[in-house]
């Protein structure tokens, strides 16, 4: 896994506490008003989004230089599927104790635009714990840590396309887009592929989040219905009696129903 953080964090230069979040969502309403009136469809995460303050930063300004990938990336693998512990997809076991929260466990199906099931495929998950604090270096919000539980899991998907994690439910956190500036509960994925050039990587979200609204980058995918496909549902058959809370999220790679990934970012 590379980046534990997708945002920036405390202490980024390009931070702006000096907007409040009336601004903020005074800034999202006008942008989702003229996505409205414009009647356009629009299915991609917008690069450069005025509210999500370092978005600009996050981008390429210049066209793609388009560039064939070597061989060794083409072709190197970079796990073989008897790297793969089936314990890894249980982020609850990875310590002596049990971490704080809610146990819950996550499953859906990875899936092409034809709904045929994409089989074998590394699915990687990183979070925060319960408190919302990631267990990294440039993450010092003052949320406690859990000594039980580093927030990493990975898993290959079966003949089904289909992946399971059980973990704990993470929660907001507080990041310095603005002041007062949090983050819905996320879970981010990565989808390895069968090589370096083809992973992706998104973010998946729980139903009913009342910072939906507030989160500049959750909406900065202007689009209600793409936004929505990443939302998890709760499904009370993946819910265990006595033991855990379960969601379902089918990821889809192709097509119109597909699931928004992140665009990749300059180095
Ligand atoms: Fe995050």
């Known amino acids: 896994m590379t980046d534990i ?53 996050r981008h390429p300004t210049k066209d793609p230089h388009r560039v064939d990938p070597e061989g ?51 699915v990687e998950i990183w979070q925060a714990n319960a408190g919302g604090r990631y267990l990294h270096e440039r993450d010092q919000h003052p949320a406690a840590l859990d000594p039980n539980f580093t927030g990493v899991g990975r898993c290959l998907t079966d003949d089904e396309g289909a992946y399971a994690f059980t973990t704990i439910k993470p929660g907001p956190y507080p990041w310095k887009n603005h002041r007062n500036a949090w983050r819905p509960a996320h ?22 989040d009342p910072l939906f609204a507030l989160d500049p980058i959750y909406q900065s995918i202007v689009d209600p219905r793409a936004r929505e496909r990443l939302v998890a549902t709760y ?6 009696p006595e033991w855990c809370t379960g969601y379902r999220w089918d990821i889809v790679l192709t097509g119109s129903h597909r699931t928004l990934m992140q665009a990749e970012t300059p180095s």
């Open 5 to 57: 953080l997708d945002e920036r964090v405390p202490g980024s230069s390009s931070d702006d506490e000096s907007s409040t979040q009336a601004q903020v969502s005074e800034e999202i309403r006008r942008i989702a008003a003229a996505h409205q009136r414009s009647g356009a469809t629009e299915n991609e995460a917008r690069l450069d989004y005025p509210p999500y303050r370092s978005s600009i930063l």
């Open 72 to 122: 060794i990336e083409l072709w190197a693998p970079v796990f073989g599927e008897r790297d793969i512990d089936p314990l890894e997809a249980d982020l609850t076991v990875q310590h002596g104790g049990e971490p704080i929260g809610e146990r819950m466990v996550v499953t859906g199906r990875v899936l092409d635009g034809d709904g045929r099931p994409v089989r074998r495929q590394l």
């Open 187 to 208: 879970i981010h994925f990565s989808l390895f592929g069968t090589d370096f050039t083809q992973r992706m990587v998104t973010q998946m979200y729980f139903p009913g």
């Open 235 to 240: 499904d009370h058959d993946v819910t265990q």
